[in-house]
């Protein structure tokens, strides 16, 4: 069965860290573009940071940019989103996506919460 799931969402106060895991199966985890995408309340989804097949890491949303790293583990079929000095702008539903010409699979998503 393909599928990604999503975990390490939580509630964390501002400034806290979190590491969120995603995990692949059914597929050939290597052979796939992850990424990230969120999705606050009342807004759309945008990609946060993506891990090419060649290994290039990218964060996209400059609001994100020296706070949040993706990383991916090929032996393990699992990417991570390693996410700190969190703000409450951050609260949002995290996804994580692969994609290999223009197929796509997503997961159901793990909810942020960053509030004191």
């Known amino acids: 069965q393909v599928q990604l799931v999503e975990s390490g969402g939580d509630l964390v106060q501002p400034g806290g860290s979190l590491r969120l895991s995603c995990v692949a199966s059914?597929?050939?985890?290597?052979?796939?573009?992850m990424s990230w995408y969120r999705q606050a309340p009342g807004k759309e989804r945008e990609l946060v940071a993506t891990?090419?097949?060649?290994?290039?890491?990218?964060t996209y949303p400059g609001s994100v940019k020296g706070r949040f790293t993706i990383s991916r583990d090929n032996a393990e079929n699992t990417v991570y989103l390693q996410m700190n000095s969190l703000k409450s702008d951050d609260t949002a539903v995290y996804f994580c996506n692969a994609r290999r010409y223009g197929m796509e699979i997503w997961g159901k998503g793990t909810l942020v919460t960053v509030s004191s």
């Open positions: 059914g597929f050939t985890f290597s052979n796939y573009a």
């Open positions: 891990a090419t097949t060649a290994g290039v890491l990218t």
